[in-house]
């Protein structure tokens, strides 16, 4: 039995001001959820705040993107090591909005898994199609050729350390969510790629779900088979919303 993970994106979004509430309700909603892994991907500069808020606390925090570099002459890049002293336990790579608006490529999104697995980070791993790979049938075509990159940058045998994303593009912030049959195909059919590879590490894969993941759709989204968890954009900067998405988790 896999274990559930609900996972906040708040994207380029969230102030000084008004992250405190938004923190300490999702800290203490997540103390009332032993059973689900709750945790927070906030921008950069609100790390240090985030660790002051949550250390100690039943919610962990991360960052929504890393270099695949160690150090050095890399303007505007933010590393693992960075991450590791801002006590960050995992890291988003290859979310769609980054793979689409900064060109990140399949292998740069398995550069960085591995480096992340490398620092002791956990990689939520995003991948998903675009809807005209959706109405062209290339789905699972276009996942796999994704998947397949990390694995081979990755290893399958360091898989256990990552856990991946199915974030069809069509259904972020749209309101649109993936119906629950398109969700659990695809999320088999990634789970089985892995399992060809190893089967242990297939089976123990944690796979999330994101796009359009809200309250009121979370308990279907969240009981079928192979859906381990969810990776909330939008409903995560509401605590109430996320919290009712994680006790969605801890009933599924
Ligand atoms: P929404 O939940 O706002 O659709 O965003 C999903 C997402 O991109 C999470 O990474």
Redesign the pocket.
């Known amino acids: 039995m896999r274990n559930k993970f609900i996972a906040g ?1 708040w ?1 380029m979004q969230g102030s000084l001001a008004t992250n405190p509430a938004l923190l300490h309700s999702v800290a203490a909603g997540a103390a009332t959820l032993p059973t689900v892994t709750m945790a927070v991907m906030t921008p950069f500069p609100y790390l240090p705040q985030v660790q002051a808020l949550l250390a100690g606390s039943a919610c962990a925090w991360g960052a929504q993107d890393v270099s695949e570099e160690a150090a050095g002459a890399f303007t505007g890049e933010v590393s693992v090591a960075m991450l590791q002293d801002m006590g960050c336990r995992y890291v ?1 790579v290859g ?3 980054r793979r689409a608006r900064h060109g990140e490529s399949d292998a740069r999104v398995g550069a960085k898994a591995r480096a992340a697995i490398e620092g002791a980070l956990i990689p939520i791993i ?1 991948l998903g199609e675009t809807l005209a790979q959706r109405e062209a049938g290339e789905t699972l075509a276009v996942v796999h050729r994704q998947l397949d990159a990390v694995l081979e940058a990755v290893g399958v045998r360091r898989m256990p350390q990552a856990v991946l ?1 199915y ?1 069809p593009v069509w ?4 309101g649109r969510s993936a119906t629950p049959a398109q969700v659990q195909e695809v999320h088999a059919a990634l789970r089985s790629r892995v399992s060809n590879a190893d089967w242990v590490v297939g089976a123990g894969l944690q796979i999330l779900y ?4 809200k309250p009121s759709n979370a308990l279907e989204l969240m009981g079928l088979p192979d859906v381990d968890g969810a ?6 900067l509401v605590a109430d919303d996320f919290l009712d998405i994680g006790r969605a988790a801890a009933t599924a």
């Open positions: 994106n994207k988003i979310h769609s909005e995003c994303a974030e259904a972020i912030g749209t994101g796009g359009s993941v990776l909330v954009g939008g409903a995560s």
